[in-house]
């Protein structure tokens, strides 16, 4: 998945190349309802905040907004 996305990073053009988005996506769909699981407590980890992050306009909700704060709060103790 980190692999697809840094080939997609690279342009639009690069996004259309075999399964990149639909892998992507799919990591995202993984992530989002692990979100909704608990949307209370739930940490992503690096490698699915990069994920989260280069589609965070898809989720642009108070769910979003705390689960990217969650995020940050951990990574800084």
């Known amino acids: 998945v980190l692999t697809v996305l840094e080939i997609v990073r690279e342009g639009p053009a690069h996004r259309e190349q075999s399964d990149a988005e ?3 996506q ?6 989002w309802q692990r979100i909704e699981a608990a949307p ?7 490698d699915e ?3 989260f992050n ?3 306009h898809q ?3 108070s769910t979003a907004a705390e ?4 995020y940050w709060n951990n990574l800084n103790g």
């Open 22 to 24: 639909d892998i992507l």
């Open 26 to 31: 799919t990591a995202l769909s993984g992530i």
């Open 40 to 46: 209370k407590s739930c940490i992503m980890t690096r």
């Open 49 to 51: 905040f990069k994920v």
């Open 54 to 56: 280069f589609f965070q």
């Open 59 to 61: 989720y642009q909700n």
């Open 67 to 70: 689960a990217k704060s969650r």
